[in-house]
Structures are given as C-alpha cells and as structure tokens.
C-alpha cells in the first residue's frame, strides 16, 4: 500500500541544495503514486500548494526577534499550525529536512507523538554543531561536539555573544537525545555526514547513508540529447557566492590563469567579488541562472570547479555537473572527495591556491570521456536507485 508522506522543510522553492532535495523528493514520490503535501515556512518566493493555509507565518529575525526566538523552541503558532497539517494530511511517514530556527525541531516530536515515522535528511551539521557549518574564523572546528559550550566561548555565531547563546540553549534545548528518541532514521546524504553525527555521538543503528539524487525531469533532460563531446573553452563554477564556499580563492587563482571561468549563482560575496575582479576579462559573473541555464552551462564545460574550505556534504554542483557529463576538480573536504574517482574528476587541497592552480591545469588538457562519465553519474544518482532505498526505510 502507497504511503501518505509530508516532507518538511523551511522553504518550498529552488533556494538552496535542501530546497533543491525536497523538490526532486516530492516530484520522485508523486511519480510512484504516493499521496504526497509539503509543509514548510509561509514564504512570497514558495510555489504553489494546496496545503499553504497549513503554513506557519513568517520569521523575520531581523525585525521580530521574540517571534523569531519564540519560533526555535517551538513556540507560537508553529504547534498549532503542524497539529493541523497532521490532523488534516495525516502522514504515515513525516520527512523532515531544514526544519531548524525557520521552523523548529518540536516537529519531529509532535509526528513522533502522532504515530507517523520519522525520517530526518541532513542537509548541514546543525545537530552536532550549533553554528551549523563546523568553522571557527574560516578554520574547521569540531570543538562543539564534546562542548557546545564552545559556540559562546568562541561566539560562533555571528560573532555575537547573544546570537552564540541562543544557539547554544537551542541545541540544549534539542539534544542529541530528545532527536534521536523521536526520529526513526537519520538520512546523511555522505558517508562523511554519516561519520561526523556518530562522532556527535548519535546512534549509529539511525544512521543511514544515502546519496542525493537527480530529478526524474532532470533524468530525461540528459537522457534524450546526445552528450556533447565538443566542449567549449571554458570552466565554471555554480554555487553560492559566500567565504565557506572557496569562491574567493577560485577567483584569484583564475585572475592569473589564461583559461575562461564562468560563475553562477549569488551571495552575500557577490558584489565585493564583481568589484574585484572586474578588470579580468576571463572571469565572467553570470548571476542567477535557471535550471535550465545551468544544465546548459554545465553541459558546455570543459570541467566544473567545487573549491569549498567547509565540511561540504553531498553537494548538487558536483552530481549535476557529472549527470552532465562534465568532470570536477574539487577540494578534499567534507563528502567532496567521495564522489570523485580517476575517470570523472581531480581531487586539490582546500584553501590551498598552488594546488588549485594545479588541478585547474591538469583537468583543462586532460582527456576526459564525457559520455562515460554521464553514464555512470545517471545511474549512481538516479531517482529509481534512491526511491529503492527509500521505500526500505519509509516501511520500517
């Protein structure tokens, strides 16, 4: 019998790499004739649904703290919204996924408490880190998963003592114990994720490591063209334009370079890097781009570059890029390494801008087979390989 199944995150749009998760997840559910609603943040940008009179109002941190704080400890009008949603769907299976400060981990207790299972996909290391990202100052820092008292200490957050208190009483609030007594699975989307939550001390029998997928749209794109062996002279990068990102060091590595980088994609770093590197005719800024823009400009590439100095976890600009065709060079950090192998990409030190430069020269002369490369991205990353998986752990 088809389960009933909600999926939960903070936002219903093309936001960021949960948003990206959630709406390939749904499409994937729908295709195999699940009942499926989506809860998430009452947001101007979300699509449309059916179920949007179930949403939560919006949290603007910046304008309403005591509702924002009120919000991360699941108070205010999140309980009696989600009662609703499950009152109304009544889910068999509740997917969380961003559900932290937009919407609040009460969630996973109150469908635990409602008889549904819960099945929580990790998207970033918010349950072994309060700061969510594991730096410190630009450095790596894993100092919080003994201590959460080290995100005051070293104000984490923001650099604000108020902001690093707040996340360190959230993650009291929400303990490793309280989440794992509520929620049936762990989704990490790396065998990296994976590690680092056991190293957090969570379960390892509720750990499950599941690659992310493609969209069964996506699928068929690539599916129904031909893979495009005559590339054009250029690299490029997708992503958002923020410090943990690298995008800064890719950028100043490319300046000295004679090879053609395109960037996609926006953040907080976008104007400061337009102003700096402006003057170098080989760095084009390409802003937003659709999915179909980005498809494209992946599909053209020689090679697409992922230079992270964060614990990345399973991210969608690597298995677009090889669904694609296209090899990577990446940094060996996080869940990045895992997904390279000598046939579709290089593996480079992180932060480190010599051996950056290297792997930018090695893969642009380098004789890569496109076609093998998709082949093989298609078939580890399809939706039929993780809906197999999924359908295990939905029916217990």
Wanted: hydrophobic letters at 35%; glycine letters at 6%.
């Amino acid at each position: 019998m088809k389960k009933r199944i909600l999926i939960v995150n903070k936002f219903y749009y093309r936001r960021g790499g949960d948003c990206v998760y959630v709406l390939n997840l749904e499409s994937l559910l729908k295709s195999r004739g699940h009942d499926v609603a989506v809860y998430a943040m009452d947001y101007p940008d979300n699509l449309p649904s059916q179920w949007s009179g179930h949403f939560p109002e919006e949290v603007d941190f910046g304008k309403d703290k005591v509702k924002g704080v009120s919000r991360i400890f699941g108070y205010g009008d999140i309980k009696d919204s989600f009662a609703r949603m499950l009152k109304d769907f009544r889910p068999d299976v509740v997917h969380l996924n961003n559900i932290h400060s937009y919407l609040s981990p009460v969630l996973a207790r109150m469908a635990s408490e409602f008889g549904a299972r819960v099945v929580w996909t990790l998207h970033d290391y918010k349950l072994v880190c309060p700061s969510y990202s594991c730096l410190y100052k630009g450095s790596v820092c894993e100092e919080c998963f003994d201590n959460p008292l080290a995100v005051i200490k070293k104000r984490c957050m923001k650099d604000s003592l108020t902001a690093s208190v707040l996340a360190y009483a959230e993650a009291k609030a929400w303990d490793k114990e309280r989440l794992s007594e509520w929620t049936d699975v762990f989704l990490c989307p790396s065998r990296f994720m994976s590690l680092k939550m056991e190293e957090g001390g969570f379960p390892p029998a509720k750990l499950y490591q599941l690659y992310n997928f493609i969209s069964p749209e996506m699928i068929a794109h690539y599916s129904s063209r031909k893979v495009n062996v005559e590339r054009q002279d250029y690299y490029c990068y997708v992503g958002r334009l923020s410090v943990e990102k690298g995008v800064r060091t890719l950028l100043k590595v490319a300046s000295k370079l004679p090879y053609e980088l395109r960037v996609a994609g926006t953040g907080p770093l976008e104007e400061e890097l337009r102003k700096e590197f402006s003057a170098f005719d080989n760095i084009k800024f390409l802003g937003h781009r659709t999915l179909e823009e980005i498809q494209e400009l992946f599909s053209n590439a020689r090679f697409s570059a992922v230079p992270s100095e964060w614990y990345e976890n399973n991210p969608f600009s690597v298995i677009e890029s090889l669904c694609g065709g296209t090899p990577f060079i990446g940094a060996d950090i996080g869940g990045i390494p895992e997904l390279a192998n000598r046939k579709n990409g290089m593996i480079f030190t992180s932060g480190d801008a010599k051996s950056l430069q290297f792997a930018i020269e090695e893969a642009w002369k380098h004789q890569w087979d496109y076609a093998e490369i998709q082949q093989n991205a298609l078939k580890k990353f399809s939706p039929e390989q993780h809906y197999t998986a999924l359908d295990k752990i939905y029916n217990g």
